[in-house]
């Protein structure tokens, strides 16, 4: 392994290790940053992913290693990494030894626009800028799931609590059609070409009528047949409605499973498992999906450390093989407010591990980076896997 490959892995495994165990830090030290942009400061748009609660303060939604390698910032008091600020310059250490020193993420320019009637750009859109094309948003159409009342919310998900904690203060509500049609443009003008719609738990029928439309409206401000969106959905238990999805303008699918055992499925996504036609009708889906949009265009997301890593790895490989792009955007953290708060998630040892088999057995089965850049909703460690590889980063 050349010296450049093998430093870049370490901070991909930083990154991993960090995206398990969270930083320390005292919210201070971003005063000035905060203070030169204010929309350097995290949105909460959908999930919180920071072990200590942070609705009392701002800080940035991440940074960047010494080689470029982007980790998001989720607070964690307990966390073996912390930052600490020496003469201007932040560094994030382990026991006193300088892992890297960081650039906080700057704010993309799309946050310091608004749509027609006012609204902030930056409440509607998360938007990822990649070193190498990789310009990506992501637009939570609803900050909350209607699994909650209910009582049927995935154990791992946070989402109903984020909105309880941040919506109110950060002004965040449920986006229209046009608004986020007229996002998707001022973004797509800046150079951002792969839009994610998703958000809380939606009943099928409204979901679809909520997607086409906006998918109609979106095509009607770009002026074109298609706009590389991914729609990330609930399984419809009419399959039919996939077609509808592509005939909108969409060009890949997210149906994701989280867990791949069926009976750990019923138990950590009970919902899911019981309103939208059970496990057998995801992966029926997933199956539809695939011959609806083609190989390499539908996304089965999942999470691990909810489930034993055998459990895992058999369903990446089982959907990798029909063509899914099957991918673990976030190591499982107890999220603050999620039914498993308070539960450990395992080692970053275990994380780790896994990260590095999915990556290969979606290289065995031939999935591209175009095909899981274009998949997936934002910078995960797939694509840091497949820059490296690739040769895409340089010093």
């Known amino acids: ?118 609204t902030s750009m930056k409440t509607i859109v998360a938007a990822g800028d990649g070193q190498y094309g990789d310009k990506q948003i992501l637009v939570a159409c609803s900050n909350e799931c209607a699994l909650k009342d209910k009582g049927l919310d995935c154990l791992f998900c946070n989402i109903n609590a984020t909105k309880d904690r941040f919506a109110e203060k950060e002004k965040i509500e449920w986006k229209n059609p046009k608004q986020i049609a007229e996002t998707v443009k001022a973004a797509y003008e800046l150079g951002y070409n792969h839009l994610t719609i998703t958000g809380g738990f939606i009943p099928e029928r409204r979901e679809v009528e909520y997607y086409l439309d906006t998918a109609e409206t979106i095509r009607e401000y770009l002026g074109t047949d298609t706009f590389n969106g991914t729609a990330c959905i609930g399984a419809p238990q009419d399959l039919s409605v996939l077609e509808k999805y592509k005939e909108a303008g969409f060009s890949t699918v997210g149906i994701n499973l989280e867990v791949w055992n069926k009976d750990f499925f019923k138990a950590i996504c009970p919902g899911k498992a019981q309103l939208c036609g059970g496990y057998d009708n995801w992966i029926k889906a997933i199956d539809y999906a695939i011959q609806v949009f083609g ?41 603050i407010g999620s039914k498993l708060e308070g539960h450990r998630t395992p080692t970053p040892e275990w994380h780790w591990d896994v990260q590095q088999k999915i990556y290969r057995i979606l290289r065995k089965y031939g999935r591209t980076f175009e095909q899981v850049y274009n998949a997936t909703p934002g910078a995960i460690l797939l694509h840091d896997f497949y820059k490296v590889e690739d040769k895409m980063l340089t010093e």
């Not at 990494?81 to 906080?104: F, H, M, P, Q, R």
């Open 295 to 335: 190989v390499g265009n539908v996304r089965s997301n999942f999470v691990p450390g909810l489930e034993p890593k055998e459990y895992l790895i058999e369903g990446i490989e089982t959907l990798a093989e029909k063509g899914v792009v099957a991918t673990a955007a976030l190591s499982w953290v107890p999220n």
């Open 1 to 118: 392994m050349s010296n450049l490959k093998e430093v870049l892995y370490n901070e991909i495994e930083l990154r991993s290790n960090i995206g398990v165990e969270g930083v320390r830090f005292d919210p201070k030290i971003f005063k000035s940053v905060l203070e030169k942009d204010a929309n350097i400061a995290a949105s909460h748009n959908c999930m919180d992913f920071s072990l200590d609660d942070t609705a009392n303060v701002e800080i940035p939604g991440g940074f960047r290693l010494d080689h470029g390698i982007g980790v998001q910032l989720n607070k964690n008091y307990r966390s073996p990494y912390y930052l600490e600020e020496e003469d201007g310059t932040i560094y994030l250490k382990n026991e006193g030894a300088i892992l890297s020193k960081i650039e906080v993420t700057k704010a993309s320019p799309i946050y310091g626009k608004s749509t027609s009637d006012g």
